[in-house]
């Protein structure tokens, strides 16, 4: 009898392993500011999760007006400087770093794929015990359109050399569930993003948790045996 295969597991990281979406909030709305741009803060927490580049794009339809390439850039350098002047304080998710060393305790395959580019998701990632030269991580920097587009999670399911189809994607915004749905895999949605159960499910989760803890607590529903 031919072995089960275990299910692998690809997850989204701010918001979904490190406390990080309301620290992006605020530097975006800061970047914003000083370029004299006014947007209200939760209409910027409603585009965390998608690549920067769609989050200017998405920008210009809500202001109704174009924006240079050069004040677009400027925006999304600020930002990152901003982010990563408080990246050293943030603190990982409850569960989060227990959640994979329980997968990787019981030989299940994990990744880490992010909208975020390298400059900003590399410093944070040790907060977790991940390593990019040991451990499988996708960041924006290395596909060609990030999310609601499905290309971190399809490559992240290469480089692990797994069945997309039998991969479950954890996320925590609407954006890691509309790209988990077109990569044809199973969405399961944390709450830790600030979106609620029901639009997570609408946007495609299967099943939604709390936080990482409670994700560990019920990992057997997910065929992440004890």
Same mark, same amino acid.
């Given at each position: 009898?031919?072995?089960?295969?275990k299910?692998?597991?690809?997850?989204?990281?701010?918001?979904?392993l490190?406390d990080?979406?309301?620290?992006?909030?605020?530097?975006?709305g800061?970047?914003?500011?000083?370029?004299?741009?006014?947007?209200?803060?939760?209409?910027?927490?409603?585009?965390?999760?998608?690549?920067?580049g769609l989050?200017?794009?998405?920008?210009v339809?809500e202001?109704?007006?174009?924006?240079?390439?050069?004040?677009?850039?400027?925006?999304?350098?600020?930002?990152?400087?901003?982010?990563?002047s408080?990246?050293? #304080?943030?603190?990982?998710?409850?569960?989060?770093?227990?959640?994979? #060393?329980?997968?990787?305790?019981?030989?299940?395959?994990w990744?880490?794929?992010?909208?975020?580019?390298? #400059?900003?998701?590399?410093?944070?990632?040790? #907060?977790?015990?991940?390593?990019?030269?040991?451990?499988?991580?996708?960041?924006?920097?290395?596909?060609?359109?990030?999310?609601?587009d499905?290309?971190l999670?399809?490559?992240?399911?290469?480089?692990?050399?797994?069945d997309?189809?039998?991969?479950?994607?954890?996320?925590?915004?609407?954006?890691?569930?509309?790209?988990?749905?077109?990569?044809?895999?199973?969405g399961?949605?944390?709450?830790?993003?600030?979106?609620?159960?029901?639009?997570?499910?609408?946007?495609?989760?299967?099943?939604?948790?709390?936080?990482?803890?409670?994700?560990?607590?019920?990992?057997?529903?997910?065929g992440?045996?004890?």
């Amino acid at each position: 009898m031919q072995a089960r295969t275990k299910t692998a597991f690809i997850f989204d990281l701010d918001g979904t392993l490190l406390d990080s979406v309301y620290d992006h909030v605020m530097a975006w709305g800061q970047a914003l500011r000083e370029n004299n741009i006014e947007v209200p803060v939760w209409k910027i927490h409603r585009r965390i999760g998608m690549s920067g580049g769609l989050f200017t794009a998405a920008l210009v339809r809500e202001l109704g007006r174009d924006l240079p390439e050069d004040v677009r850039s400027r925006i999304r350098d600020r930002h990152a400087e901003i982010y990563s002047s408080v990246s050293a #304080k943030i603190p990982t998710l409850p569960g989060a770093i227990e959640l994979l #060393k329980y997968l990787s305790a019981n030989g299940i395959q994990w990744a880490i794929a992010t909208s975020g580019h390298i #400059k900003t998701a590399g410093p944070v990632l040790h #907060k977790l015990g991940v390593d990019p030269a040991k451990h499988v991580v996708i960041t924006r920097d290395l596909v060609r359109y990030a999310k609601p587009d499905p290309d971190l999670f399809l490559a992240a399911a290469e480089k692990l050399g797994v069945d997309i189809k039998e991969s479950c994607i954890v996320g925590d915004a609407i954006w890691d569930m509309l790209a988990a749905k077109r990569a044809h895999g199973l969405g399961v949605g944390l709450l830790t993003g600030g979106y609620g159960e029901d639009e997570l499910i609408r946007a495609g989760a299967y099943r939604v948790f709390q936080d990482p803890a409670d994700m560990l607590d019920h990992i057997d529903e997910l065929g992440g045996r004890r």
